[in-house]
């Protein structure tokens, strides 16, 4: 379903999956609109469940079908160590063990620059044009 944010004027689209289960949720709850958050401006924008419906006609044999089949248990992989280290801290055992990590190259510092003299910028400021007096009002 292609849908335009109501608030910032993006096109999103909502996925046939989750067409289904706000469906599904929307009969369970007795609810008559679904909240979809804009992907750029994070806003709910309100759904009519007559147009969910319009754009998912079959979704009571879809949800028949979702409930019948099983979902696929996900094997389960070891996740190293690495991945973990930035959203976990870690036991000072293991941080001991873990190999440390070899100093970056430092960059050389850049030369300095020189500068100009006291006397070179009052002689600038002495060549520039005089501002004439403001003008004021006659008596």
């Known amino acids: 379903m292609n849908l335009r944010c109501i608030y910032c004027q ?3 689209t909502l996925a046939r999956s989750e067409m289904l289960s706000a469906i599904i949720v929307m009969n369970e709850k007795n609810q008559s609109h ?3 958050h804009c ?11 007559q147009r969910m419906e319009l754009f998912f006609p079959n ?3 879809a949800a028949r079908q979702q409930a019948s089949t099983p979902e696929p248990a996900l094997p389960l992989t070891p996740v190293p160590a ?3 280290s930035g959203t ?7 941080k001991a063990a873990a190999p440390k990590k070899a ?3 430092k960059t050389p510092a850049k030369a300095p620059v020189a500068r100009k ?11 520039k044009a005089k501002k004439a007096p403001a003008k004021g009002k006659k008596k």
């Open 59 to 61: 979704w009571k044999d």
């Open 103 to 105: 100093a970056a190259k």
């Open 39 to 49: 992907p750029r401006c994070r806003r709910a924008n309100s759904i009519s469940r």
């Open 82 to 84: 690495s991945d973990l």
């Open 10 to 12: 993006t096109p999103f």
């Open 117 to 127: 003299s006291t006397a070179s910028k009052a002689a600038a400021t002495s060549s």
């Open 34 to 36: 679904y909240d979809a």
């Open 88 to 94: 976990m801290p870690l036991p000072k055992e293991v």
